[in-house]
């Protein structure tokens, strides 16, 4: 059974809502001038205020699913994988599958 902790940061759990409010509020010179900078610049269109982290993926949704069920088929025969074990595959598996290049951002 995989372990879920708690969170420790709430870095990027924002909501699209909060982020207008937030912009609109602001409306000058900030830490959130990106965010001002992007509301003006779209004139009254929709715009997405949330951050992007499927930029930084590596591996495709069938990829990833593929080595999870691995790493867990692995453990459930009592042969766990230390974390470093756990990098060492999934650099392995990006090696393999090509996804190198984006492995060495």
Do not use: H
């Amino acid at each position: 059974m995989p372990r879920n902790p708690p969170r420790k940061t709430n870095i990027g759990a924002f909501s699209e809502e909060k982020m207008s409010r937030a912009v609109k509020a602001c409306k000058s010179s900030s830490q959130w001038e990106r965010y001002v900078k992007k509301q003006k610049e779209s004139a009254g269109v929709s715009i997405r205020m949330t951050p992007n982290y499927a930029v930084n993926k590596v591996f495709t949704n069938e990829q990833e699913k593929a080595l999870t069920e691995y790493i867990i088929t692995s453990s459930q025969m009592f042969y766990g994988l230390s974390s470093i074990d756990c990098r060492k595959l999934a650099y392995e598996l990006a090696v393999t599958n090509k996804c190198f290049t984006a492995c060495l951002r």
